[in-house]
């Protein structure tokens, strides 16, 4: 058995669906309670060995079924990031996966989002359907699932049966022939669902059997122990003046006496381990080590940690730096890949970086820069230059990270910055944004041709009378600008604009709800003004018709505007703009 590596068992799915209470089921502790809010926080792992998995499920010993692995590793993964750290060179670090589903909701955005990077991964799984409990009318009748399901019930049966197969016809959209454990005739291409309840245990025995099953049947080749040691680094934490790194250790032995490369996207960093420790079985605690076998949950303090990032691999260095670049090279490379042009985008690890991409790129949205960290002033720079060249790419996102101080103290002008711990919130946004970007360069390049403007007469302020007529006004819709031509409701050229002034300031434009003074040449205001009421901007046919053709451009305030420049135009010709 020592050649053989504990499977590697990401347990991931929609947040509040249950995940955790579902680990801690299998692991028999109160992890829940302990997250703030019952949400976990970050990820965290869990060596469970095969002794106590035996004495959790009874049914591996009745069923007589022989296994060859030493155990588990179970990684819990916060909801929003799925298990999107959790990547290695060839795909994902996970051997396993479990998919918590809450069998009253279904698929949710988050658990589509999960399915994607399952597909995209090649990750096997089973979904655990939890929360059965809560189906109405149900009861704890037997010890055995089938059996238990079979004895509910008739309309509690009924229920069960119409959730299991929406779910069923969800995941067939999803690519997938899905079924109950209980009918499943061929797991290397049936999709197999455990009902179950984290919280009354039912279910909980027939999914871990599944997964020693599974585990044994399709896991045997790929949890052979390698023989160089290689990891991935998940989360650099600091604790006064000590600085470590936990890490999954996913092949080969390794020991406290190794010097360890460890990726960036500069040079490797070459480091000697000052303590190496392994996660204690079934515990958050660790112990050092003077070896540790995969796979297993480290903690790393290493001599120079300066410039390691989560989501990095690292693999034992032994003088073969050329060789260990090229590796990196082609493990980082490729989840990197940039385009000409596109949105920055910000991650806070490599993994969550790549899950990011991969899905951007399902939509289509091009990505010009990408990094790891905080949002920075290079990535505003960058932005900044994107709002010159293309302005609707002029965007920022950030995958669970945020931005540096001096970066909150900066005007950013047109820039959008989206933060989002779930990444299909962030591609709405990023959509949304783009199109709305897209509609004001549109309605910016459409206004510079001509302009809608409904202006209001504020007869108490009339500054001159003529040469020229300088007088205030509101502007109730669209905008005025200099040189801009003007009727009268009766549909009579008045001037075009010679100024505007805001608190005795010339300004180029005045928009929607300001209030300005305004010169007219030729204009006598008592003899042509002071009997109006409003003023609106006179335009030619075509450039109505401009208007009206992209019209979901425009304000409400402006198309009642417009309308009204059409019932003025009309009184002199009935025809005119149709």
């Given amino acids: 058995m020592t050649n053989i590596k504990n499977p590697i068992v990401t347990v991931a799915g929609h947040v509040d669906h249950g995940k955790t209470s579902l680990l801690d089921n299998i692991r028999k502790t109160g992890v829940a309670e302990t997250e703030a809010g019952g949400i976990t926080q970050k990820i965290s792992f869990t060596l469970v060995p095969l ?3 035996k004495k959790r499920c009874p049914l591996i010993e009745s069923k007589n079924i022989k296994l060859d692995f030493p155990g588990f590793l179970f990684i819990d993964t916060p909801g929003h990031a799925a298990f999107s750290h959790l990547r290695k060179r060839g795909g994902s670090l996970a051997d396993l996966a479990i998919l918590v ?17 399952l597909k995209i991964n090649k990750t096997p799984f089973i979904i655990a359907l939890n929360k059965i409990d809560n189906i109405f009318g149900w009861r704890k009748l037997s010890a055995d699932l089938k059996e238990n399901i079979d004895s509910q019930g008739t309309n509690t049966k009924m229920e069960f049966q119409e959730k299991l197969l929406t779910i069923i ?30 919280k009354s245990g039912e279910g909980m025995n027939e999914l871990i059997l599944m997964l020693c099953g599974l585990s044994q049947k399709f896991l045997k080749e790929s949890l052979k122990l390698g023989d160089k040691a290689k990891g991935v680094i998940l989360e650099v934490k600091k604790e006064k003046t000590m600085q470590y790194s936990e890490a999954i250790l996913y092949d080969g032995i390794l020991s406290s006496q190794d010097t360890i490369a460890i990726a960036s996207f500069n040079e490797p960093v070459i480091s000697k381990i000052r303590v ?29 940690s300066e410039g390691i990032l989560p989501g990095m691999p690292f693999v034992v260095f032994k003088d073969n730096i050329e060789q260990i670049k090229k590796e990196f090279k082609k493990e980082i490379g490729d989840k990197l890949h940039t385009d000409e042009k596109g949105i920055i985008i910000k991650a806070d690890s490599l993994g969550s970086l790549e899950a990011l991409t991969l899905l951007l790129k399902q939509e289509n949205i091009d990505i010009i820069s990408s990094g790891i960290g905080k949002i920075n002033k290079r990535d505003i720079i960058s932005a900044q230059t994107n709002l010159k060249t293309d302005p609707e790419n ?46 004001e360069i549109k309605r910016e390049r459409i206004m510079q041709l001509a302009t809608v403007a409904k202006i209001k007469i504020l007869k108490q302020f ?45 300004v180029e434009e005045a928009t929607q709800g300001m209030e300005v003074a305004m010169s007219l040449p030729g204009v006598n205001f008592e003899r042509q003004l002071n009997e109006t009421n409003y003023l609106y901007s ?11 053709d992209n019209k979901d451009l425009l304000t409400p305030e402006e198309i009642g505007a417009l309308q009204k420049i059409a019932e003025i135009k009309r009184r002199t010709n009935p025809a005119w703009g149709i």
Avoid: W
């Fill in 51 to 53: 002794e106590n998995i």
């Fill in 101 to 117: 589903m809450d069998i009253n909701e279904g698929i949710m955005p988050q658990t589509a989002e999960v399915i994607e990077l």
């Fill in 169 to 198: 016809g969800s995941l067939y959209h999803h690519g997938f022939n899905a079924k109950p454990f209980y009918e499943v005739s061929d797991f290397s291409s049936q999709l197999a669902l455990v009902p179950c309840s984290a």
């Fill in 276 to 304: 190496l420790e392994e996660i204690l079985p079934v515990s958050k605690k660790f112990k050092p080590v003077n070896k540790s076998t995969a796979a297993n949950g480290i903690r790393l303090q290493l001599i120079n």
């Fill in 394 to 439: 002029s965007i920022i996102l950030g995958f669970n990270t945020d931005e540096d101080e001096d970066v909150k103290e900066m005007e950013k002008g047109k820039i959008t910055i989206i933060k989002n711990e779930i990444i299909y919130k962030l591609i709405e946004d990023v959509l949304k944004t783009q199109k709305e970007k897209r509609n």
């Fill in 462 to 506: 009339v500054f001159r009378n003529s040469n020229p007529a300088v007088f205030g006004v509101a502007i109730e819709a669209g905008k005025i600008k200099h040189s801009l031509p003007l009727m009268n409701e009766q549909g009579e050229q008045i001037a075009h604009i010679k100024g505007i002034q805001e608190n005795k300031k010339q």
């Fill in 538 to 548: 006179d335009m030619s046919e075509g450039q109505f018709r401009d208007f009206k």
